[in-house]
């Protein structure tokens, strides 16, 4: 599996990913599930996946090549007018990867089905984020969906929800999905370290921060550390149960 | 889906149940899933269940009817000699009823599927605690393993995996299976209040407190609005991230 989470905030745009592939748990490998296109001063498109690695790898294949090769008359990712117009291009290319690797129905298509997360902006209009259904159709983040994750999505969904604030810094983003990453981990063996992170400041139109975390980051393993200790501080003053 | 969790304590069994079943969002009711056998000073029994309705109170009543009519010549769980053989029990009828509902292979035996959380003890012997799968086959808890979820388990595992403590009394326990199931509860709908839990005293060989938590229980209300506080004092206090 993947954990990937794309979260709009008042400062912009803040995108991690982990990079643990498996099929099966003898054969599990990393690979970079975060994806960045960029003409600095007029667009940055990020995209994250999950879901199976022939896929993924080739949709970002397919979507690089027809941004580097304009004549060719598909729609290139960097040539659309809109990030709407971005994610149209990514399901479409999606689903027809999907439907050609599948040979029969439902049941092939789930096998070989993925799911992405894009943000960006364009210049003229505001940052956007999307999250792609195999089937090609996505949906919009808002402010009251700021958030989307994809993969194993629920062991860290707890932490999101009660402390994403839209008006957070992304120092302060950062930390939380790294205790959303950090709660995965530590209860999933499928989803693992390094982690990548994308950081984009609202109109700013060129990527603003790209870091990869690896196992032995300091600052991961304070927070790590720090959060197993806090939460049983937290926990510990929380009055107990009384039997009647 | 359901939530139920069962722990091993030194200082006996623990046992929690949300009490929401769902065919479609839009077909919602509540349920029981916590289900006691006790004969004082002989032994105890408690079955949780998640799955199919069907599947899980076909298995129930079975067991139920075969405990009140000794006559029958099917094995009862009241007069197994061992919790390995009431596992052993459950786990056949739990299969059966699988297979009568099921027509047609693997397929149908997944729509029909159930898994169920058995733990108790029987004079003469320690407690133990059981997982049966659908396929009737079941795992032990161990003091590496020393708790079963199923259901709904992802969201509310982190914490559990964080904070469990052998050691821990009762009170704390309940506490600890409060912050789990509303951490579950406020991710997904299909997971709901009232809450049952049950705790078993080692060697006591009775029920020691049966209890259902109500939606405006107080306590669980001061546990669920002071956790979402705890939770950010103790996500404040961490370090924040740093731009290189």
Not at 76 to 90: D, K, T, Y
Not at 139 to 148: G, L, V
């Amino acid at each position: 599996m993947t954990y990937c989470v794309g979260m709009r905030l008042d400062a912009g745009l803040i995108f991690m990913s982990d990079t643990r592939t498996n099929a099966g748990v003898d054969n599990i490998s990393t690979v970079k599930k975060m994806h960045t296109w960029e003409m600095p001063g007029e667009r940055v498109i990020v995209i994250m996946t999950a879901g199976n690695l022939a896929t993924t790898q080739s949709v970002i294949s397919l979507l690089d090549e027809r941004s580097k090769a304009p004549e060719d008359r598909k729609p290139s990712i960097l040539e659309a007018p809109s990030m709407f117009q971005v994610a149209r291009e990514v399901g479409r290319t999606l689903k027809e990867v999907i439907q050609s690797n599948a040979t029969t129905g439902m049941e092939a298509d789930g096998a070989f089905g993925a799911t992405m997360i894009i943000g960006g902006q364009i210049a003229g209009s505001e940052p956007r984020l999307f999250l792609v259904y195999p089937e090609g159709n996505f949906i919009e983040a808002s402010e009251d969906t700021p958030f989307f994750q994809i993969g194993e999505a629920k062991y860290g969904k707890p932490i999101i929800v009660r402390a994403h604030d839209p008006a957070m810094r992304f120092e302060e983003a950062i930390k939380l999905l790294m205790v959303s990453f950090d709660s995965t981990i530590k209860s999933n063996l499928s989803v693992g370290l390094p982690l990548d992170f994308v950081t984009y400041d609202m109109d700013s139109l060129s990527i603003s921060h790209a870091e990869r975390i690896e196992a032995d980051d300091p600052y991961f393993q304070t927070v790590s550390n720090g959060w197993g200790h806090a939460l049983k501080v937290a926990f510990d003053q929380l009055p107990e149960f009384a039997f009647e």
